[in-house]
């Protein structure tokens, strides 16, 4: 069964650094999105990506996100220099032909920041 | 503003004991309402999706109800590998496939 594969599982980071989450999205699927997760919190939207281009992003992707989708496959979310209240479950999704149709999702990078 | 609200936040239930879970929405213009199931740890695994009041699914033990304010999903006869978080979610009118989620309810079903 196709399925959104995540590395790394879990990052650990010290404050001020670069990350750079990876993401494999289901091979015939057309959008993409970053959520995240803080421990205990709603999944909240980051961000949506289609046509290489985004089409929407929340009050949260500021000017320290960043994503890419560097060839065919990957789809990768940056971000430039972190902070403590980055820690959190990032989750990468997809969803085929229409935006409006189900979006399946990874299993996650837990990014930690000390 | 859009909004997602699920009740309760905690559920507890013997096994076979059936029980529902309600999500209660505000959004302009709802394109789609989505069901997830997610164990700790992990991502959501979808499980439903319904479009119009009054639609209707079904999955195993779990049933999917839609209206104009509110989602239900019932849960017969719960076993326990049904124990996770549940969380709804919402697509508004715009047209990029953002999901708008609820904080969950977490269903614990003891044998």
């Known amino acids: 069964e196709p399925e959104v594969t995540q590395t790394p599982s879990h990052q650990v980071t010290q404050m001020g650094q670069e990350v750079i989450l990876r993401c494999v999205p289901i091979?015939?699927?057309?959008?993409f999105y970053w959520y995240r997760q803080i421990l205990g919190q709603k999944v909240e939207f980051l961000v949506s990506?289609?046509?290489?281009?985004?089409?929407?992003k929340s009050e949260i992707f500021d000017d320290q996100f960043s994503v890419e989708r560097p060839d065919g496959s990957n789809f990768t979310l940056k971000i430039r220099s972190t902070k403590l209240e980055d820690s959190a479950m990032y989750f990468c999704?997809?969803?085929?032909?229409?935006?409006?149709?189900?979006?399946?999702f990874g299993q996650g990078t837990r990014l930690t920041v000390v | 503003e859009d909004q997602v609200t699920q009740s309760p936040e905690a559920l507890r239930l013997q096994e076979g004991e059936s029980s529902s879970l309600n999500c209660s929405y505000t959004v302009s213009g709802l394109r789609g309402l989505f069901w997830y199931r997610q164990d700790p740890g992990k991502g959501p695994e979808f499980l439903f999706t319904l479009y119009s009041a009054g639609e209707e699914k079904e999955k195993e033990r779990l049933k999917a109800t839609l209206t104009k304010k509110e989602s239900f999903l019932h849960i017969t006869a719960p076993k326990p590998e049904d124990s996770a978080t549940y969380l709804c979610?919402?697509?508004?009118?715009?047209?990029?496939?953002?999901?708008?989620f609820g904080q969950g309810t977490t269903l614990q079903v003891k044998p």
């Open positions: 979610a919402v697509q508004a009118s715009s047209n990029t496939g953002k999901l708008i």
């Open positions: 990506f289609y046509n290489n281009e985004i089409s929407e």
């Open positions: 999704a997809s969803s085929a032909v229409g935006a409006f149709t189900e979006a399946f």
């Open positions: 091979s015939n699927h057309l959008y």
